[in-house]
């Protein structure tokens, strides 16, 4: 268990240090530099000495290797759109999508798998009506989820269209403040898990149905298990492992989705933070993003094979030998 | 409902394919009175039963979007005039908007089948492309096996996990922010490309290596067939299914690649109609809750994806109620 523990620490390693150096050297590379901020008649020198500053007189591999050898002592350079630390810039942001990102994946697993145990253990309306409403929202992706609340949100005003604070919130106490956040949240949380709810509740279904065919089941209800306790005690823990073996994929679907959500929604995430980065062609800020990015999809690929261990010992013993 | 899938794609295909005939205004013309305005009743009732005819939508209130029908003129449908299926009298002010305006006053549903056009065919030269490079790879991956494979499958992993949206956006913002629409579907292609072949290369690979074994693929060997005709002619065909179904779920992760990167403005400049550019258009409206029929772009992409989706499920054996089953 350690040594695949241990492999898999150094491969996300391995994998953030990749991602990040790839997309500084991408975004060094593109035309354009942060001296396009300066205005449109900015003087020779004044040119010369924003593009000392910020080490872009050097060539790229020098600038390269003296930002990696700052990067592992965790000091990723300066954010030329924001003037201060990218550390700064980026902690905030990743904070707000791992929040979003949490929300999203509860909701999701706890939906999803609630309505895949029913539509997956019994026929009958119910199931007819879970399995009719997750076909339509595995076809809607984030991208259409999050337009289609916005519009009823600004119709109808049941919830803010959009951002993760009210205008003032600044001023606001903690309990407020977090009153606020709680009212900002469900919308871009909701559109970001549908359609990964729809995912497992198609997952759960079929291995629910598939679990309940086996002997194991009919042997527990002939010693008079009771219904429920059959379908979540017996059968439900021994359905999980395929839900757990695309959890991993499922987190990347969410970092994926939740770029396009908080585009949408105006939720002040990583997403939008490497958005705007890249429009800047602000480089320490496009690395710094790039590998929090990677940083938290390998944490997800992590998580989902500890989870496959957990519920399947096939695994666990694979990984031990 | 696996035909279903495949009859709403072939509308959209077909609509994309007949864009110009069926599309009542070019889509690149606006109507400066009619902003924001509502899609155009189709009437048959006029006091009595007559031809299918509409009335001129007028401008009452700029400001609060208000239009009213101008009921004193109907106007009649004109078929298949100018190589327009069906059209109104777009001269005199009086446009066939089926799908309503946009904020430019232009055509909605003209623009959706238009950009079906290039939306359709950057997603599908994508998956072309996908598919292709993916069964290459994994071909040869599992054919050659040894230092090769090791090689070929730790790439695959690695692009794998990439984290598939941030590399798009890096990849694109390499590119200058403005570029014509021809370098932007063939960079976005090639985009599109690098990214989705490891999911199919790790299938085709998988193929290959457990038939590899197999004791067609030695009497192949045996007599005399080079490895390019054993892989091509023996050994590919059986990833066939493999690679059908992974087609088919590139297409609209590729459709949906496009509308992105259109909508947050780093794809297609927005006067060239496609569903990306006409959500910018669809957003606005969201934003301020009016005009739901600028969403059409946003129900073409659903339609797309719930036809791929239909026509590749391979759904569960219907559930079995576990009283029924276990009381045989």
Do not use: C, I, K, Y
């Given at each position: 268990m350690r040594a695949f523990f241990v492999r898999r620490v150094a491969f996300a390693l391995v994998l953030v240090a990749c991602a990040s150096s790839a997309a500084f050297v991408l975004t060094r590379a593109a035309?354009?530099?942060?001296?396009?901020?300066?205005?449109a008649f900015p003087r020779p020198e004044e040119v010369a000495a924003t593009r000392a500053r910020f080490g872009l007189d050097r060539p790229v591999a020098a600038q390269w290797l003296a930002w990696a050898g700052r990067a592992l002592r965790f000091d990723f350079g300066e954010s030329f759109l924001y003037n201060r630390p990218v550390t700064g810039v980026l902690l905030p942001a990743a904070l707000n999508t791992a929040l979003l990102a949490a929300v999203a994946l509860v909701v999701a697993t706890a939906g999803g798998l609630a309505m895949g145990v029913v539509s997956g253990s019994r026929a009958g309306g119910v199931s007819a009506v879970i399995r009719a409403v997750s076909a339509v929202c595995v076809s809607l992706p984030p991208l259409l989820t999050s337009l289609i609340f916005v519009f009823l949100a600004a119709r109808t005003?049941?919830?803010?269209?959009?951002?993760?604070?009210?205008?003032?919130?600044?001023?606001?106490?903690w309990g407020r403040w977090l009153l606020d956040v709680a009212w900002h949240v469900p919308l871009p949380a909701l559109a970001l898990a549908l359609p990964i709810a729809a995912t497992f509740e198609r997952l759960q279904s079929q291995a629910m149905t598939e679990v309940v065919g086996e002997p194991f089941v009919r042997a527990a209800r002939a010693r008079g298990v009771s219904d429920l306790h059959l379908i979540w005690r017996h059968a439900w823990p021994v359905s999980l492992r395929p839900i757990c073996a695309v959890l991993g994929v499922a987190i990347g679907a969410l970092l994926s989705g939740s770029f396009v959500v908080e585009y949408v929604t105006t939720w002040p995430g990583l997403g939008r933070l490497m958005y705007e980065a890249l429009r800047a062609r602000d480089i320490y800020l496009v690395a710094g993003c790039a590998a929090m990015g990677s940083l938290f999809l390998a944490c997800g690929t992590l998580v989902g094979d500890l989870l496959l261990a957990v519920v399947d010992p096939r695994v666990r013993d694979e990984a031990r030998s | 409902m696996r035909r279903a899938g495949v009859v709403v794609l072939s509308l959209v295909a077909l609509a994309a394919a007949a864009a110009s005939w069926l599309a009542?205004?070019?889509?690149?013309?606006?109507f400066p009175d009619l902003v924001n305005a509502p899609p155009t009743r189709v009437r048959v009732w006029d006091g009595g039963p007559r031809t299918p005819f509409i009335y001129r939508q007028r401008l009452v209130s700029r400001l609060e979007r208000t239009f009213a029908n101008d009921t004193a003129q109907p106007i009649p449908l004109r078929w298949f005039d100018g190589g327009v299926l069906v059209t109104a009298d777009p001269e005199t002010g009086a446009p066939l908007l089926l799908f309503g305006a946009d904020g430019y006053g232009r055509d909605i549903f003209a623009r959706l089948v238009h950009g079906a056009r290039l939306t359709l065919a950057l997603a599908l030269l994508a998956t072309l492309g996908a598919t292709a490079l993916g069964a290459v790879v994994g071909s040869v991956s599992g054919y050659a096996g040894g230092r090769t494979d090791l090689l070929l499958s730790r790439l695959t992993e690695f692009v794998l996990v990439l984290p598939a949206i941030y590399v798009v956006l890096a990849l694109r913002a390499a590119l200058p922010l403005v570029v014509p629409p021809r370098t932007v579907f063939l960079s976005l292609a090639g985009i599109f490309v690098l990214l989705g072949w490891p999911t199919v290369a790790r299938g085709v690979r998988a193929i290959v290596a457990s038939e590899r074994a197999r004791d067609y693929v030695s009497a192949a060997e045996a007599l005399g067939a080079r490895p390019r005709r054993v892989l091509f002619?023996?050994?590919l065909p059986a990833a066939r299914g493999h690679l059908v179904t992974q087609a088919t779920l590139l297409l609209p992760a590729f459709i949906l690649a496009e509308a992105t990167m259109s909508y947050i403005g780093l794809?297609?400049?927005?006067?060239?109609?496609t569903w990306g550019t006409m959500l910018q258009e669809a957003a606005n409206a969201a934003l301020l809750g009016?005009?739901?029929?600028?969403?059409a772009p946003a129900g073409a992409i659903f339609l797309v994806v719930l036809g791929v989706n239909l026509a590749v499920q391979v759904r569960p054996r219907p559930p079995v109620d576990p009283q029924v089953q276990l009381d045989r």
């Open positions: 035309p354009g530099d942060v001296t396009t901020q300066l205005g005003g049941w919830l803010p269209a959009g951002g993760m604070t009210s205008a003032g919130a600044g001023d606001l106490t | 009542p205004n070019p889509p690149q013309r606006g002619q023996h050994l794809g297609f400049p927005e006067a060239t109609p009016d005009a739901p029929w600028a969403l």
